[in-house]
């Protein structure tokens, strides 16, 4: 059985079975060239061999290639990861950052390779992960944005990723939410919009109208019934009969 590129080493070599200190496997069935190898170059192979033999996998967290260490780690019992924390591939840390005790995630936050700090800031304890908001990389901070406590995210207010701001708008406490108006970015007004109206009722742009009229109470959606769009008078005609008849069930 084989599958993928032809079987060679990590550095390319023609493999050899019988120098292999795990042969043994190979009379068992539990690997064998192109189909399941701890020193194949083709990673599928490697992840292969350490589903079929997970207990080999702590002897196998020092060997060169960082795809073998980061498939070990991935079995690895959680007290041989520790000292890969500090090993030279990004992929072998981050999988040690998300499978060792959260406590050991902090040592890695400030890590050059942004890999590893994503893993960080999905592991952190929560009221540890104000440093992360101000991440230079925008997907880590993301992350953090959306575990972050409410109150931890007005430092995230201006932030230059308008999508950041979105989670920001869509998770921070009410009363900052006025504090998207000048916002430049729409799609960052409506969100705060859909959740407090009345300071976005004039907005300049159509989508942000729109949304105060979907989500506006009966002040706003009366201001709305004079918009010069169709769609915004109509949207709004729609909140204020849903209003009416809500009052009339709760009366």
Known sequence: MSD???PVDWQGEPLDCSACRFKRKLDQGKCSLGWACVHDRYAKRIERFFL???ELADECLGMPYFETRMNAARLASVFRLTRLLNDPDAGVRAMAVLRLPVSHAQRRIKD???RVRIAVASRLPVEELLPMLSDPDSYVRSIAMRRAEPGMLPVAIHDADPEIRRIVARRIGEGWLDR???DPDPLVRREAAGR????????????VRHAVAERGGTEEAERLLGDPED?????????????KEGANVDG
């Open 4 to 6: 993928g590129p032809p």
């Open 52 to 54: 079929v033999n997970p």
């Open 112 to 114: 050059e390779d942004r």
């Open 180 to 182: 998207f108006r000048s």
């Open 196 to 207: 407090r109206p009345g300071p976005f009722v004039e907005d300049d742009d159509l989508r």
């Open 231 to 243: 769609v915004i008078r109509e949207t709004a005609a729609l909140r204020l009969q849903q209003l």
